[in-house]
């Protein structure tokens, strides 16, 4: 196994992985053979070329999967690229359910980060929806009419901040939680935060 280009902070990773070890080491070795620099990243094996994030490496109970960050802009003759939810706009990912899959793919994979590698170079970016397109939560509009401040803090925000809250807030189903999560968010809004601040 070559070692050529294997980040020592990412091994941490790898070896502690509790399930698709195998796999992860196999989609290691074939993003490394394309070139990508290796970092950590959110906690994950992160690829970028010329500090750009190309692909990141991650599992989940079901599957682990390779995720591209401007995966909406890949052709994808293969039909293997998924869309997360529908509120994921640029990421895709290719799942894995065992190493096998991933040993058949190899050539397909390698197609895949070329050419998101070539997207990068070429300088393509994703257009993300702005967030008046996103649904409004009635409890939501409710508090931005009667309190200007709110409403004058929240259009300050980043378009990012924005959509993560309107997502948040629409989210539930029932009234009487997304009235909670505005109740929550308000002082965060007013103090210029995002969700995740």
Partial sequence: MTKIGMNPKVDFYFNNAQ???????????????CGLTEELKWGCPCYTFQKSNIVLIHGFKEYCALLFFKGALLHDPNGILIQQTENVQAGRQIRFTAIREIVEKESMIKAYVYEAIEVEKAG????????????MAEEFQHIL??????????????PGRQRAYLLHFSEPKQSKTRESRVGKCVQQILNGKGLND
């Fill in 19 to 33: 399930k698709w070890q195998e796999e992860f080491e196999k989609l290691r070795l074939i993003i490394l053979d």
């Fill in 124 to 135: 393509l970016e994703v257009e993300f929806k702005k967030p008046a397109e996103f649904k």
């Fill in 145 to 158: 009419d009667e309190r200007p401040e709110l409403k004058t803090a929240f259009y300050a925000l980043t």
